[in-house]
């Protein structure tokens, strides 16, 4: 077994910082090395899921300290899982920047911080350990507040400062769910957690520690009522990270609440049912929100605010088909998502006044056709219309609320899904069809990274059959809390 593998999808990202530091002096250097990195760092992710999945999972104990007492590194099937879809998304997010006609990107700290943000979201999706997960959050939140500050958004700085303050708030919350964790059982190891919590009656401060990592990750995941930061921060962030923060960043909080309903707090039902109530909130808020607004961006960030309850629907719900149709969902959405916010972006850098507001955008399609057919496949995969990817997700939420009896639930989140037909149409028709005076065509950001996250969305619709047999594996694994102990702690 392969056990280095685990340790590049870290590394490589982690190296980029100094690298790309190093060659900050010059822009084609830095931005042709920061590529090639995030692309090697893909094929890595991609080959440490193949022995993950052909081999076993892997686990790598820092400093030669066995489990629980040192540093653990835990490469199962949904830690990779998550690791490979953030790097498809991240390697497309660096090659919009290459490409991208926006200032921030020839700043000589862009690569650097996105580098950084790069490490912290390798690392939470591998870390063995709570605290760790802590760190790497807190990584991802400092290098995101200051990409966002740098944008050549006017409201960028204002947007990062809400963002850095409600996280805050969050670290305080996630530092406090620790302190209590490690009173109540001694030890901050997930594996190592989860066996005494299974195994030893629940402490007085067992339910603090609940309450401040549910509300923490319900921040960091940005479910209603916890997403006032959320389209600020990504209607201002520059595109190429905008699309990262809302199809990725917020996927941290989703991956945390399952570890927490299935390895640490698998029998607590309440929090299942909370998930499945904020959920719900979340699909009729975020739906509605979207209709409302007048900005591509900032629909597209509400958007992201109902497409997250859906995935916490199916992991409150907690069957086995559910939890998968939680991960395809969960994938699906990181494609689609940075791939519309690309196409807005990209948009946006060819009207006259650089802006994503539809009053600005209207008509700036006419000169761009392609851009307008990425688009409109991309939000029917948004709406969840075959043959996109975003259908197989929807129709498996739909199979396990069916499959489990909740149709109340389901009934609800069905009806809100289709004011997504409503939004994607709307903004369609304004970008590309509306009549308006004579516009001049312009250059703007490049379309190969949408393009090509377009293309393996319609590919997953048509073939999606390798996408839901990984995702009903990994549920199957999640299932069973016992394999992961046993492998961390052997």
Same mark, same amino acid.
């Given at each position: ?6 340790? /590049? ?7 980029? =910082? ?12 830095? #931005? ?37 007492? +040192? !540093? ?111 009173? %109540? ?19 007085? &401060? ?5 309450? $401040?990592?549910?509300?923490? $990750? ?23 990270? %905008? ?17 927490? #309903? ?5 029998? =607590? ?18 739906? *509605? ?18 497409? !997250? +309850? *859906? ?53 700036? +399609? ?5 851009? +307008?057919?990425?688009?409109? &496949? ?16 929807? &129709? ?21 899904? !289709?004011?997504? =037909? ?24 490049? &379309? ?8 393996? %969305? ?23 809390? #016992?394999?992961?102990?046993? /492998?961390? /702690?052997?």
């Amino acid at each position: 077994m392969q056990t280095w593998l685990i340790l /590049l999808p870290l590394l490589i990202p982690f190296a980029g =910082v100094p690298l790309t530091l190093i060659t900050r002096k010059h822009l084609h250097l830095q #931005t042709l090395l920061a590529v090639m990195l995030m692309f090697t760092s893909l094929g890595v992710s991609l080959a440490l899921m193949v022995s993950v999945l052909t081999e076993g999972s892997i686990v790598l104990q820092m400093g030669a300290w066995q489990a629980p007492v +040192g !540093i653990t590194l835990a490469a199962d099937p949904l830690g990779v899982f998550m690791l490979v879809m953030s790097h498809i998304v991240l390697a497309a997010g660096f090659l919009y920047a290459a490409g991208s006609t926006e200032k921030v990107t020839s700043y000589p700290t862009f690569y650097p911080l996105f580098f950084a943000l790069t490490t912290g979201l390798s690392g939470a999706f591998l870390t063995g350990d709570l605290f760790n997960l802590f760190v790497f959050a807190e990584i991802i939140v400092i290098s995101g507040a200051a990409l966002t500050a740098s944008a050549d958004d006017k409201y960028g700085v204002e947007a990062a400062y809400k963002y850095f303050y409600i996280s805050t708030l969050a670290a305080v919350f996630f530092l406090l769910g620790v302190g209590s964790m490690y009173i %109540s059982y001694g030890t901050l190891n997930f594996a190592d957690l989860a066996n005494r919590i299974a195994t030893t009656p629940p402490t007085p &401060l067992t339910g603090a520690a609940l309450a $401040f990592l549910t509300a923490t $990750f319900l921040i960091k995941s940005a479910a209603v009522p916890f997403h006032f930061w959320q389209p600020d921060f990504h209607a201002a962030a520059p595109t190429a990270v %905008s699309a990262m923060l809302s199809s990725l960043v917020v996927k941290v909080g989703v991956y945390a609440f399952f570890r927490m #309903t299935t390895l640490l707090f698998p029998q =607590v039902d309440m929090l299942n049912t909370l998930l499945v109530v904020i959920g719900v909130a979340g699909v009729l808020y975020g739906g *509605f929100g979207a209709a409302g607004t007048h900005n591509a961006k900032r629909m597209l960030a509400y958007s992201t605010l109902a497409q !997250i +309850g *859906f995935m916490l629907v199916g992991i409150g719900w907690g069957t086995q088909l559910s939890l998968a149709a939680a991960l395809v969902f969960t994938f699906n959405h990181a494609l689609i998502k940075s791939a519309m916010l690309m196409l807005a972006g990209a948009m946006a850098s060819r009207a006259a006044v650089k802006s994503a507001a539809f009053d600005v955008l209207v008509g700036v +399609g006419k000169y761009h056709p392609f851009a +307008g057919a990425l688009f409109l &496949l991309g939000g029917m995969a948004l709406a969840g219309i075959p043959p996109l990817n975003g259908f197989i997700s929807k &129709l498996m939420i739909f199979q396990s609320g069916v499959q489990s009896a909740n149709y109340v639930p389901l009934a609800i989140i069905g009806v809100a899904s !289709i004011v997504t =037909v409503t939004y994607v149409i709307r903004s369609f028709i304004k970008i590309w069809f509306e009549p308006i005076l004579e516009v001049k065509p312009k250059q703007g950001d490049s &379309l190969i990274a949408p393009a090509l996250l377009i293309a393996l %969305s319609l590919a997953l619709g048509i073939w999606a059959e390798p996408l839901v047999a990984l995702a009903q594996f990994v549920a199957r694994w999640v299932g069973d809390p #016992t394999a992961y102990i046993l /492998l961390v /702690l052997k």
